[in-house]
Nanobody, 129 residues
Framework: QVHLVESGGALVQSGGSLSLSCTAP????????IGWFRQVPGKEREAVSC????????YSVGSAKGRFILSRDELNNAVVLQMNGRNPEDPAVYYC??????????????????????WGRGTQVTVSS
């Protein structure tokens, strides 16, 4: 059983940076492709960034492109989403999702929520004005 846990959500000041972490006790996250998604009330969940299994390809989309940095923290068995700058779309609940053994070329599947078998419960990001 894969149990994903997001952490790091907080109230961040306008223009500040915030790092979200996705961990999964008992498994090696390196074997899994990880996607980060976000959702606000009344809207569909949308993709933010994704990384293939292992030291694989990484992608970000939309307002996250060029601002969010996705990386693996192998020491802590985590995938970290560093959020830089500010965008009106940033306040949301952020979810990490995992699927084992995926190596993406391009974003069609990497950003598809249906691709992922396991989901965390989410962490709230709020931006102060």
């Amino acid at each position: 059983q894969v149990h994903l846990v997001e952490s790091g959500g907080a109230l961040v000041q306008s223009g500040g940076s915030l790092s979200l972490s996705c961990t999964a006790p008992g498994i090696s996250l390196d074997e899994y492709a990880i996607g980060w998604f976000r959702q606000v009330p009344g809207k569909e969940r949308e993709a933010v960034s994704c990384i293939s299994s292992g030291d694989g390809s990484k992608y970000s989309v939309g307002s996250a492109k060029g601002r969010f940095i996705l990386s693996r923290d192998e020491l802590n068995n985590a995938v970290v989403l560093q959020m830089n700058g500010r965008n009106p779309e940033d306040p949301a609940v952020y979810y990490c999702a995992a699927v084992r053994g995926r190596y993406y070329v391009g974003t069609v599947y990497c950003f598809d929520a249906k691709e992922y078998n396991y989901w965390g419960r989410g962490t709230q990001v709020t931006v102060s004005s």
